[in-house]
């Protein structure tokens, strides 16, 4: 199985701040990486596919980027409906799996 | 607009068997790869099994191999996961997901709200 794995898990941050969460793959997934946003006692977003694509709807401050086992999410500016837990998941291969999720709280 | 639907959740006891059902709408579901997707309590993701556009191929994760059966309707577009010899590890909110395409190894693109199924005696 491919393990994904997530850093940090948690970090503290304000309104405005620039964000940047990593996510490491244990095998090459060429670009098969997608990440979600996931508030408290709710579904799962889609956010971004292939490492880099905004899904429709999602604004320009979230972007992806890497390829191969490296793979970054930034919030450019971070806005109060940000705060919230991430998850990296690669599609490459079955199973699919997911990291363990960064939680991004209010500083 | 994309709509996801689960239903059919609730309390069962251990060995016990439960149907979860999606129902989606705003797209030709029968083009499109599905999968179910759950989280433990104050846990992670974890992948639980996926269907190919027009089910072509299914396939499983390891914990829900020879328990769990993913099947779907395209002409009532709706997903289904039956769910057998349950135990308490499968205690989880269990949430469909859209893929992107038809092909079983698909990103997802919308999720739906989300249904408990707890396993307790």
């Known amino acids: 199985d491919i393990q994904m794995t997530q850093s940090p898990s948690s970090l503290s941050a304000s309104v405005g701040d620039r964000v940047t969460i990593t996510c490491r793959a244990s095998q090459d997934i060429n670009t098969y990486l997608a990440w979600f946003q996931q508030k408290p006692g709710k579904a799962p977003k889609s956010l971004i596919y292939?490492?880099?694509n905004l899904q429709s709807g999602v604004p320009s401050r979230f972007s992806g980027g890497g390829s191969g086992t490296d793979f970054t999410l930034t919030i450019s500016s971070l806005q109060p409906e940000d705060f919230a837990t991430y998850y990296c998941q690669q599609y490459n291969g079955y199973p699919l799996t997911f990291g363990g999720g960064t939680k991004v709280e209010i500083k | 607009e994309v709509l996801l639907l689960e239903s059919g959740g609730g309390l069962v006891q251990p060995g016990g068997s439960l149907r979860l059902t999606c129902a989606a709408s705003?797209?030709?579901?029968?083009?499109?790869?599905m999968s179910w997707v759950r989280q433990a309590p104050g846990k992670g993701l974890e992948w639980v099994s996926a269907i190919s556009g027009s089910a072509a191929g299914t396939i499983y994760a390891d914990p829900a191999k020879g328990r769990f059966t993913i099947s779907r309707d395209d002409s009532k577009n709706t997903l289904y996961l039956q769910m057998s010899s349950l135990r308490d590890e499968d205690t989880a909110v269990y949430y469909c997901a859209k893929g992107t395409h038809s092909g079983i190894l698909s990103a997802f693109d919308s999720w739906g709200q989300g249904a408990q199924v707890t396993v307790s005696s």
């Open positions: 705003g797209f030709t579901f029968r083009t499109y790869a």
């Open positions: 292939a490492a880099s």
